[in-house]
């Protein structure tokens, strides 16, 4: 059972920057892809953000955010980062981490197929 436990929300003018931090615990981080998702008001959790493999050298990124968002790991810390930047009013949401076992290297962009999640971080962007 992996329990993953997000970081680094807040209150951001649009046009800065926020790093989220997801810290993985109860299982070997290296045996799973990560990602992050994203949920506004009203609406489901399955708003793809960024994805990345075990080995952190492979990434996915949602249209919405390509250029602006990065995802990356450190297997060491067992924790998963996203870097935002250039940051706007839409970008408002709670952000979720979240963790798939995979077999094989892969990135997972699927929501249906993540195993694991947190609890959700909220990012609010104001204009």
């Known amino acids: 059972q992996v329990q993953l436990v997000e970081s680094g929300g807040g209150l951001v003018q649009a046009g800065g920057s926020l790093r989220l931090s997801c810290v993985a615990s109860?299982?070997?981080?290296?045996?799973?892809?990560a990602g992050w998702f994203r949920q506004v008001p009203g609406k489901e959790r399955d708003e793809f953000v960024a994805?990345?493999?075990?080995?952190?050298?492979?990434?996915v990124y949602g249209d919405s955010v390509k250029g602006r968002f990065t995802i990356s790991r450190d297997n060491a810390k067992n924790t998963v980062y996203l870097q935002m930047n250039s940051l706007k009013p839409e970008d408002t949401a709670v952000y979720y981490c979240?963790?798939?076992?995979?077999?094989?290297?892969?990135?997972?962009?699927?929501?249906?197929?993540?195993?694991?999640w947190g609890q959700g971080t909220q990012v609010t962007v104001s204009s």
């Open positions: 979240a963790a798939d076992y995979t077999v094989q290297s892969i990135v997972t962009v699927s929501t249906a197929q993540y195993d694991y």
């Open positions: 109860g299982g070997t981080f290296t045996l799973y892809s």
């Open positions: 994805a990345i493999n075990r080995g952190g050298d492979s990434t």
